[in-house]
């Protein structure tokens, strides 16, 4: 019976090991446990701390489900994020073909386009929460020195308008990250193919459903699944804004979880909610990687 031989590690293979170490050590502490944790939470009764008391399996899932808050916050999620990456899609599209032609100022406006984007999010929407302040906003003494309205409408208070604005500063932070990579896919297809495009006599339309489109689809696909995970899960701009409210108008699932969890002490509830989000955004992500590694494949 022949011995198994066993080899070695090279002086490379193990200092890989030791340098890894503590990547991994820090992705199975700060990572891999708090998501073995909330999935263990959301299948038990915990108490106001936390603390797993009695294994029900998925009574928690059952109960979150009949209830009518938490499809209403679902499908407000949804709703967030069909029409944010929808508009930053269109919108960073233009603004790129727009950033594409040759016109003097081009690189400055190229820089005022990346402000948005490159500020920091909570810095950002705590100076949209004073434009749209009621009584001080710079918008509402702006609408009425125009002569628009006398009485413009209380931006955060109320449930449509409140939706409305917080989804607008999400687009106005997110249009520049779309527009820019658009732009970075545009200037990489080839002149050439324009130029054979204007002497067959095809128009500026023609040339951007034929050429650009086509050349740069993987990228506007890939740019608009990064923009759908980032939108679903932003937190920082309705938590900031509105804090969810007015009567929980704004709420989406990732602000049901923090308050569920850190406002009312409901981490089973908090859980479930957690580990269907996780759910969306593991198959948002599948599909992303997909794409990503395939190198071109249009086929998933």
């Given at each position: 019976m022949k011995q198994l031989s066993v080899k070695r590690l090279s002086?490379?293979?193990?200092?890989?090991?030791?340098?890894?170490?503590?990547?991994?050590?820090?992705?199975?502490?700060?990572?891999?446990?708090?998501?073995?944790?909330?999935?263990?939470?959301?299948?038990?009764?915990?108490?106001?701390?936390?603390?797993?008391?009695?294994?029900?399996?998925?009574?928690?899932?059952?109960?979150?489900?009949?209830?009518?808050?938490?499809?209403?916050?679902?499908?407000?999620?949804?709703?967030?994020?069909?029409?944010?990456?929808?508009?930053?899609?269109?919108?960073?599209?233009?603004?790129?073909?727009?950033?594409?032609?040759?016109?003097?100022?081009?690189?400055?406006?190229?820089?005022?386009f990346i402000i948005p984007w490159a500020s920091s999010v909570p810095i950002s929407a705590m100076l949209w929460k004073w434009v749209y302040d009621h009584e001080f906003g710079l918008l509402n003494h702006t609408l009425i020195a125009l002569g628009i309205t006398q009485n413009p409408p209380v931006w955060l208070g109320t449930p449509i308008w409140s939706f409305v604005s917080c989804m607008w500063v999400d687009i106005w932070i997110g249009i520049p990250f779309m527009a820019l990579v658009f732009l970075a896919g545009m200037q990489s297809v080839p002149k050439d193919l324009y130029e054979s495009a204007e002497v067959d006599g095809v128009n500026s339309a023609g040339k951007f459903f034929y050429i650009t489109i086509p050349s740069i689809k993987q990228i506007i696909f890939i740019a608009t699944l990064l923009s759908s995970l980032w939108t679903f899960?932003?937190?920082?701009?309705?938590?900031?804004?509105?804090?969810?409210?007015?009567?929980?108008?704004?709420?989406?699932?990732?602000?049901?979880?923090?308050?569920?969890?850190?406002?009312?002490?409901?981490?089973?509830?908090?859980?479930?909610?957690?580990?269907?989000?996780?759910?969306?955004l593991m198959a948002l992500s599948i599909v992303y990687a997909r794409v990503y590694f395939r190198g071109g494949d249009d086929t998933l």
């Amino acid at each position: 019976m022949k011995q198994l031989s066993v080899k070695r590690l090279s002086g490379d293979a193990k200092m890989a090991y030791v340098l890894l170490a503590p990547a991994a050590a820090f992705i199975a502490v700060f990572m891999i446990y708090p998501i073995f944790y909330v999935i263990m939470m959301s299948l038990y009764r915990t108490n106001k701390l936390g603390i797993l008391q009695e294994f029900i399996w998925f009574k928690n899932f059952t109960r979150i489900f009949k209830q009518k808050v938490f499809w209403e916050v679902t499908g407000r999620s949804l709703l967030w994020t069909a029409i944010g990456v929808t508009v930053k899609t269109v919108v960073g599209m233009i603004i790129a073909l727009c950033l594409n032609v040759e016109f003097r100022g081009r690189k400055f406006s190229r820089l005022l386009f990346i402000i948005p984007w490159a500020s920091s999010v909570p810095i950002s929407a705590m100076l949209w929460k004073w434009v749209y302040d009621h009584e001080f906003g710079l918008l509402n003494h702006t609408l009425i020195a125009l002569g628009i309205t006398q009485n413009p409408p209380v931006w955060l208070g109320t449930p449509i308008w409140s939706f409305v604005s917080c989804m607008w500063v999400d687009i106005w932070i997110g249009i520049p990250f779309m527009a820019l990579v658009f732009l970075a896919g545009m200037q990489s297809v080839p002149k050439d193919l324009y130029e054979s495009a204007e002497v067959d006599g095809v128009n500026s339309a023609g040339k951007f459903f034929y050429i650009t489109i086509p050349s740069i689809k993987q990228i506007i696909f890939i740019a608009t699944l990064l923009s759908s995970l980032w939108t679903f899960n932003d937190f920082n701009v309705i938590y900031i804004l509105t804090r969810g409210g007015p009567a929980g108008a704004t709420d989406i699932l990732i602000t049901a979880i923090y308050k569920n969890g850190f406002e009312w002490l409901r981490f089973s509830d908090s859980a479930v909610m957690a580990v269907v989000t996780f759910i969306i955004l593991m198959a948002l992500s599948i599909v992303y990687a997909r794409v990503y590694f395939r190198g071109g494949d249009d086929t998933l």
